[in-house]
């Protein structure tokens, strides 16, 4: 098998390895509802629950790759059960920091549209 945060990182739940066991060491990472540490080895079946911003990831493990794989082959290592109101919440809050306006209060200024267009081009 393989480490937590090799295993986190293989299956791209976090960009990077270390960041990944530095969300473990914070707590943000639970195995079977446990907090761990980022040497345990997940083992297939195991739960693991993974704080990413506002969002909350439910996963379960079905085996662990030999390295990092593609996006297209995640699905073969783990099953995704994080219900679809989860990603909701980052688009609402992704959304809000992007256009934080108030109705009405006119028209937006050069530096707010331009964050509209990075935001709706993207």
């Known amino acids: 098998m393989m480490r937590l945060d090799q295993w986190l990182w293989a299956v791209r739940l976090y960009k990077t390895r270390g ?9 943000h990472v639970r195995l079977n509802g446990e907090t761990t540490k ?8 195991d739960m693991i629950t993974a704080r990413q911003g506002v969002v ?10 030999r390295s990092r794989v593609g996006a297209k ?5 783990m099953e995704d ?7 909701e919440k980052g688009r ?4 809000r920091t992007v256009a934080p306006r ?19 081009v993207d």
């Open 56 to 65: 909350l990831r439910a996963v379960r493990v079905i085996d662990a790759p």
């Open 38 to 45: 980022p040497a345990k080895e997940p083992k297939p079946g």
């Open 19 to 27: 960041l990944a066991a530095d969300e473990i060491k914070a707590g």
């Open 102 to 120: 108030v109705r009405g209060s006119g028209r937006p200024t050069k530096r707010e549209r331009r964050d509209l267009d990075r935001f709706t």
């Open 81 to 87: 059960l994080t219900p679809p109101e989860e990603f």
């Open 92 to 95: 609402d809050v992704h959304l």
């Open 73 to 77: 082959l995640v699905a073969q290592y």
